[in-house]
């Protein structure tokens, strides 16, 4: 997720100023960010956010769009009460931050979330999609938790694949060509890993000029010469959970 020049990958990108269209709920021992379509739906994506947490403006941006789509959308608070990562924490300190924060290590939550939008939303068919740290979360649940039924992976750091390891469900991977923190080379060998032993649906979408964190850390306005990108990005995630839910 990191490397010693530059160890804080979501610096980039902007913050938005946004507030959202859904509410916040308790979930168990999880605060959530939740947002249901009006008419209703049995479908539900767990959005799983990055290092600055579940109360990011672009990741509730995000998850709306994803209801305006007609799913369900909740975003967890993956840290439980840990503090989320701060622009104006000390860089140096960001190894020791991430190591109480295990993106392999949120089974027990997300099991909770499971289960409150099954019994509670009347989800039917619930995939998940994650930034960055949570793009990390989705390639575990993928290998690990066998009742999601896809998932969307963006610019997630690589998880290393055992050559025993198979993706449970219908995986996207979306990364920026230009990303800094998840080197070229990496998306290769986790494109050669996964011909060899992959037995369901998968992409891996390179794309061109993107730095990390395009999909919900640039603004279109600001960046309108990565506007294309990011709009793509949202469509193929959009259309890969249509495919599969």
């Given at each position: 997720?990191?490397?010693?020049s530059r160890?804080?990958?979501?610096?980039i990108?902007?913050?938005?100023d946004?507030g959202?269209?859904?509410?916040?709920?308790?979930?168990e021992h999880?605060k959530?960010y939740?947002?249901?379509p009006p008419?209703?739906a049995?479908?539900?994506?767990?959005?799983?956010h990055?290092?600055?947490g579940w109360?990011?403006?672009?990741?509730r941006?995000i998850a709306?769009?994803l209801t305006?789509?007609?799913?369900?959308?909740?975003c967890?608070?993956?840290?439980v009460g840990?503090?989320a990562w701060?622009?104006?924490?000390d860089?140096?300190?960001?190894?020791?931050w991430?190591?109480?924060r295990?993106?392999?290590k949120?089974?027990?939550?997300?099991?909770?979330v499971l289960?409150?939008?099954?019994?509670?939303?009347?989800?039917?068919?619930?995939g998940?999609i994650?930034?960055?740290?949570?793009?990390?979360?989705v390639?575990?649940l993928?290998l690990k938790?066998?009742h999601l039924?896809?998932g969307?992976?963006l610019?997630?750091?690589?998880?290393?694949l055992?050559?025993?390891?198979?993706l449970?469900?219908?995986?996207f991977?979306?990364f920026?060509?230009?990303?800094d923190?998840?080197?070229?080379?990496q998306?290769?060998?986790l494109?050669?890993?996964?011909k060899q032993n992959?037995?369901?649906d998968?992409?891996?979408k390179?794309?061109?000029?993107?730095?990390?964190?395009?999909?919900h850390?640039?603004?279109?306005?600001?960046?309108?010469?990565?506007?294309p990108?990011?709009?793509q990005?949202?469509?193929?995630?959009?259309n890969w959970?249509?495919?599969?839910?």
């Open positions: 997720m990191a490397n010693e160890p804080c990958p979501c610096d990108g902007d913050r938005f946004y959202g269209l859904g509410q916040e709920v308790q979930v999880i959530a939740i947002c249901k008419a209703g049995d479908k539900a994506v767990i959005v799983i990055d290092i600055f109360q990011l403006p672009n990741t941006y709306d769009m305006t789509n007609g799913y369900i959308a909740i967890p608070d993956f840290f840990q503090e701060k622009p104006s924490n860089l140096a300190s960001f190894g020791d991430l190591k109480t295990d993106a392999g949120i089974d027990k939550e997300v099991d909770v289960k409150y939008l099954k019994d509670q939303c009347g989800a039917k068919k619930i998940v994650g930034f960055c740290w949570g793009g990390g979360a390639q575990h993928m938790n066998p039924k896809t969307v992976s610019y997630g750091v690589i998880r290393p055992e050559d025993k390891d198979s449970l469900h219908p995986t991977f979306i920026g060509e230009k990303d923190f998840i080197p070229l080379e998306v290769t060998l494109e050669q890993k996964l992959c037995k369901v998968y992409e891996v390179i794309y061109p000029g993107q730095t990390h964190g395009f999909v850390r640039k603004r279109e306005d600001i960046n309108p010469q990565d506007k990108y990011i709009e990005g949202r469509k193929d995630m959009i959970l249509n495919k599969y839910l």
